[in-house]
């Protein structure tokens, strides 16, 4: 059974290692031939109010992802 991006979104992401929440999905990035989902984005929060900064996020492996479940996504990484 699939699972939409729009549905995929709306999760947290948790991290095994320390059980925080890192946050939510906001960008995926495909392999060109097989369609299959390499990695993952989520921002990382910002201290500050700046306009022109450049967003920054985290980036997460697919084979990363322990786990997707009705609420939340479970990572291993050790950050």
Known sequence: M?????????????????????GRITDMEFHPES????KVFIP???KTLN?????????ICF???????PDIILV???C
Not at 2 to 22: A, P, Q, T, W, Y
Request: charged share 35%.
């Open 51 to 59: 306009l022109f900064a450049k967003e920054e996020f985290f980036e």
């Open 2 to 22: 699939g699972m939409l991006f729009s549905e995929l979104k709306c999760k947290d992401v948790i991290n095994l290692r320390d059980c925080r929440c890192i």
């Open 76 to 78: 291993d990484l050790c």
């Open 44 to 46: 990382k929060c910002k």
């Open 63 to 69: 084979k990363d992802i322990k786990q997707i479940g």
């Open 35 to 38: 369609g299959c989902i390499c």
